[in-house]
């Protein structure tokens, strides 16, 4: 169960980091183009494009390399806590690059705002094309996917911790019987296994003395010769003789007792 788990996790983390990456990429691309057209067209270009274009990149890469590491590194504590740090710049980052972008949050009717400047969407931009409603539209597909960026960085920082919790987990466990000797650790009890009481645990002193008999375990003896048993038939009061039948004396008859001499030398 616990490599099942594992395998699910870091399936999960590879699929959000191939998110980032797309999302990252895309912005990319189309501020690149930005980019080479205002070079190409000798325009002015604003500093945000490049803080944009130098963010995208870093993202891009980031999450090529936690693509190829998340097979090997995954649960790590130190590269677990780095890959959160990062996350969480990259959080305010593309926060920033959705931000500065936000002029695509319109319906790129009438005045826009572009990288290439202020104009009429319906306008060239210098002559030429794009367009101003185009420019504008590409804002609005790096609005959209910058805010999906910065929801899937939370996931992923979030899920790193449950890496590390779950490789810590399987460290600590290990095989064992309840895995059946193998990877990951014991099996749960399930939803309502959480509701049930746990076995007490035996917590008797080894050292502690035996308890006394009490009155009623004790058996009644008024001698060696007879005990008290339950009344039966040919028994006085449930006395019971242990050596004496029925018909025989208490002692051996006359004829049958040694005499009793007195030992040499000993006096009364």
């Given amino acids: 169960m616990g490599a099942k788990a594992g395998f699910a996790l870091k399936l999960v983390q590879w699929f959000i980091r191939g998110v980032q990456f797309c999302c990252s990429a895309l912005i990319l691309a189309l501020f690149s183009y930005f980019l080479a057209v205002l070079t190409n067209r000798n325009l002015p270009i604003p500093t945000w494009t490049r803080a944009v274009e130098g963010i995208s990149g870093i993202g891009v890469l980031y999450t090529i390399l936690g693509l190829l590491l998340l097979c090997c590194l995954a649960g790590h504590p130190f590269t677990s806590f780095i890959a959160i740090v990062l996350d969480i710049c990259f959080i305010g980052s593309y926060i920033y690059v959705a931000t500065v972008n936000r002029a695509g949050a319109s319906s790129c009717t009438g005045i826009v705002d572009t990288p ?3 104009g009429n969407a319906e306008d060239l931009i210098d002559n030429q094309h794009p367009t101003y409603r185009q420019a504008c539209q590409m804002e609005t597909a790096c609005l959209a996917v910058s805010i999906v960026a910065v929801i899937f960085f939370v996931f992923s920082a979030l899920l790193e911790v449950v890496l590390v919790r779950h490789r810590r987990k399987e460290q600590r466990f290990g095989p064992s019987p309840a895995n059946n000797y193998t990877s990951g650790y014991g099996r749960r009890r399930g939803i309502f296994g959480l509701f049930r009481r ?43 003789n242990k050596y004496q039948h029925d018909g025989q004396v208490a002692y051996p008859e006359t004829g049958t007792a040694v005499p009793h001499t007195t030992p040499a030398g000993y006096r009364y």
Avoid: C
Avoid at 218 to 230: D, H, I, K, L, P
């Fill in 116 to 118: 290439f400047g202020t």
């Fill in 198 to 240: 746990r076995k007490t645990v035996d917590t008797t002193d080894p050292n502690i003395l035996p308890e006394h008999t009490h009155p009623d375990q004790m058996r009644q003896s008024y001698n060696t010769e007879t005990t008290a048993v339950g009344a039966e038939p040919g028994t006085h009061n449930g006395i019971h």
